[in-house]
């Protein structure tokens, strides 16, 4: 979602959801005969907030969650309480330094430092420590400006091909859309599967490259007009 379907915002709080994209994916899914899933490293219910009234199939915390399209939710099981050594490690690194932003996921951590781009070489180091404390059973994830602590049981990856085993979404050609490294996994499973990865910006290469959120929303707005059943 950020960075793809949206802007990428000042802190993650201050997402907006416009109802012209929750029209275009309404859309988008009905051109597909209901084959649309948004993949986040968000939780579900924030998904299923910025999105309202909509319920998607999704993704949530890089797959450790995932909602089928008959409304069942699949959580991975991992205790919260293992990360509190990690959750406590953060909030000091955040404390000591300005500018940085911790995000409480419950099940996974993510630092984030967009407004103090300066520290990146020494958060980097900080979040390697924090990690390597916690191997193998949490891995670290670098994205823009963010450094994410998450288990390491489940990935966006397994959740594609989690969709891609179910109606409506079993039997089609797939395709990924991402902007980060959080998105490499993905691609890779759709291109396998003789699908089509799609990059927004420049963070990343895949199949086809669009420059930014709006030409996402161009691509799929076709996408959506080719696709359309014929009346």
Same mark, same amino acid.
């Given at each position: 979602?950020?960075?793809?379907?949206?802007?990428?915002?000042?802190?993650?709080?201050?997402?907006?959801?416009?109802?012209?994209?929750?029209?275009? /994916?309404?859309?988008?899914? @009905?051109? *597909?005969? +209901?084959?649309?899933?948004?993949?986040?490293?968000?939780? !579900? $219910? =924030?998904?299923?907030?910025?999105?309202?009234?909509?319920?998607?199939?999704?993704?949530?915390?890089?797959?450790?969650?995932?909602?089928?399209?008959?409304?069942?939710?699949?959580?991975?099981?991992?205790?919260?309480?293992?990360?509190?050594?990690?959750?406590?490690?953060?909030?000091?690194?955040?404390?000591?330094?300005?500018?940085?932003?911790?995000?409480?996921?419950?099940?996974?951590?993510?630092?984030?430092?967009?407004?103090?781009?300066?520290?990146?070489?020494?958060?980097?180091?900080?979040?390697?420590?924090?990690?390597?404390? /916690?191997?193998?059973?949490? @891995?670290? *994830?670098? +994205?823009?400006?963010?450094?994410?602590?998450?288990?390491? !049981? $489940? =990935?966006?990856?397994?959740?594609?091909?989690?969709?891609?085993?179910?109606?409506?979404?079993?039997?089609?050609?797939?395709?990924?859309?991402?902007?980060?490294?959080?998105?490499?996994?993905?691609?890779?499973?759709?291109?396998?599967?003789?699908?089509?990865?799609?990059a927004v910006g420049d963070h990343v290469q895949a199949q086809v490259c669009v420059a930014s959120p709006r030409?996402?929303?161009?691509?799929?707005?076709?996408?959506?007009?080719?696709?359309?059943?014929?009346?």
């Open positions: 979602m950020d960075g793809t379907l949206l802007e990428i915002a000042a802190t993650p709080d201050a997402v907006l959801v416009e109802d012209s994209l929750k029209q275009l /994916l309404l859309e988008v899914r @009905h051109a *597909l005969q +209901g084959a649309l899933a948004l993949v986040s490293g968000r939780e !579900i $219910a =924030t998904l299923d907030r910025l999105f309202a009234p909509q319920i998607w199939p999704a993704a949530g915390l890089h797959g450790l969650e995932r909602r089928d399209a008959t409304g069942i939710l699949h959580v991975q099981p991992f205790e919260g309480c293992r990360l509190d050594p990690a959750r406590a490690a953060l909030a000091r690194i955040v404390a000591r330094t300005p500018g940085t932003l911790l995000e409480d996921k419950g099940h996974s951590l993510a630092l984030h430092y967009r407004a103090a781009p300066e520290h990146e070489a020494s958060l980097r180091r900080a979040m390697q420590a924090v990690a390597a404390g /916690l191997a193998p059973d949490c @891995h670290l *994830l670098a +994205g823009k400006r963010v450094f994410e602590l998450k288990p390491a !049981i $489940a =990935t966006k990856a397994d959740a594609v091909r989690e969709f891609m085993n179910e109606a409506p979404f079993a039997g089609r050609r797939p395709i990924y859309v991402g902007d980060d490294l959080t998105d490499l996994d993905g691609f890779g499973v759709v291109e396998h599967a003789g699908g089509l990865s799609v030409d996402l929303r161009a691509f799929l707005a076709d996408l959506a007009d080719r696709r359309s059943p014929t009346p």
